[in-house]
């Protein structure tokens, strides 16, 4: 039987600093379980949009047994913030109350650089599967979004993911895309058994296990002002592009083999 998918909730107690790597500003965080986290703010850039993704992305990586931080829900107090002296990070805070995301802060992990390590064919065909099914722009040599930790390669950051909800327009066409910006993903030239990933990770990504992932989407994360839908529309959309996109998931295999016999 599948295990059913669970975030926990936890509520912010301290901002340490700022992460700067991203245009996003996310945040290293304490909460009040003592553990440190990546905080991922509502208030920036793509808003909750990239929350989703995030939480989508990282769910489906879990899900396909790959190595991915836990991902928390993280409640931010409407007083938090207010005592920070950089106005940019205070008008971040206060545009974030409420709830947010969160990945548990990997203590001594270090960038993954693939010069220096190499990865497998099975895992790096498991990595660039799940990229080209995400359609995941970000995990390019210029920014890999993998760390090394415990001397295994964990996946972060898919805010980038599902891009086509950006426009919330013709997601069907966008669920058969062929994905093209997989030539640039880090991981392709090794990527040689995209194939044998694709069998085995259609059978693991049912629908049960795609809708309890979309079922995770908060509510309050689904009141766009864009968009005259329902949160229950806008989450069946989610599930209907994911689940159309695996059931044509050779569409974006081919275009990854092309790709990859191109650079090789």
Not at 112 to 123: A, E, R, S
Not at 133 to 145: G, K, L, Q, S
């Amino acid at each position: 039987m599948e295990k059913t998918p669970h975030l926990r909730t936890v509520n912010v107690t301290r901002y340490i600093t700022p992460l700067r790597e991203g245009g996003s500003l996310p945040a290293l965080a304490e909460a009040d379980d003592d553990f440190k986290y990546v905080l991922k703010f509502k208030g920036a850039g793509h808003g909750v949009k990239a929350l989703i993704a995030e939480l989508i992305g990282g769910e489906i990586a879990r899900a396909l047994n790959l190595k991915m931080p836990e991902l928390v829900y993280a409640n931010l107090d409407e007083a938090f913030g207010r005592s920070e002296a950089d106005e940019e990070i205070q008008d971040l805070l206060q545009g974030s109350q409420g709830l947010n995301l969160a990945l548990h802060y990997l203590s001594g992990a270090i960038n993954f650089d693939p010069i220096v390590t190499l990865v497998d064919p099975k895992l790096a065909s498991q990595i660039v599967w799940l990229d080209a099914f995400i359609t995941n722009v970000d995990r390019t040599f210029r920014n890999t979004n993998m760390l090394i930790w415990h001397k295994e390669l964990w996946l972060i950051d898919h805010g980038a993911s599902l891009y086509f909800h950006h426009s919330w327009t013709n997601w069907e066409k966008h669920a058969q895309s062929p994905f093209a910006l997989i030539k640039d993903h880090v991981l392709l030239p090794q990527a040689s058994l995209l194939p044998e990933t694709d069998a085995i990770f259609k059978k693991i990504l049912s629908v049960d296990v795609l809708q309890n992932i979309v079922n995770l989407i908060p509510e309050v994360w689904l009141h766009w002002e864009d968009t005259d839908e329902t949160p229950e529309a806008i989450r069946e959309v989610y599930f209907q592009f994911l689940a159309t996109r695996l059931n044509h998931s050779q569409i974006f295999i081919n275009e990854a083999q092309n790709a990859r016999e191109a650079l090789i």
